[in-house]
């Protein structure tokens, strides 16, 4: 498993920006981009990227993030990502992302995340 996808993951579950932002600054490249359907455009560099887990964490108090599955081809990674927390109707849910990774080296050079997993309905 790549050490710098857990990493990012991770630092979506925690409760403080600076060691979040760290977390983060040392799983992406100084200009890596990430983006998923809820970030406003493509992210780049660590600093922008912490920014929007950020609110994340702000808006979903006490929710993590998990990497459940992850396949590797060269230096492309997929990762399934499990989203959990306690839901506005009190009860625990679970939402899955699926998320592509390039990297250089050991470090996420560009990063896009999709809701779901893909699975026909």
Same mark, same amino acid.
């Given at each position: 498993m790549s050490d710098s996808i857990t990493t990012f993951f991770e630092a979506? @579950?925690?409760? $403080? #920006? &600076? !060691?979040? =932002?760290?977390?983060?600054? &040392? =799983?992406?490249?100084? #200009? @890596?981009?990430? &983006? $998923? !359907?809820?970030s406003p455009e493509a992210l780049s560099g660590p600093a922008a990227i912490a920014g929007y887990v950020n609110m994340f964490s702000a808006g979903a108090p006490g929710w993590t993030a998990k990497v459940v599955n992850l396949s590797t081809i060269g230096n492309s990674h997929r990762a399934t990502v499990a989203f959990g927390g306690m839901g506005p109707d009190g009860k625990e849910m679970v939402q899955h992302g699926q998320y592509f990774a390039d990297m250089d080296g050991d470090k996420i050079a560009r990063m896009i995340g999709f809701v779901g997993t893909g699975a026909p309905e």
């Open positions: 979506w @579950g925690m409760s $403080d #920006d &600076a !060691p979040r =932002a760290e977390a983060i600054a &040392a =799983a992406f490249t100084a #200009d @890596g981009t990430y &983006a $998923d !359907p809820r």
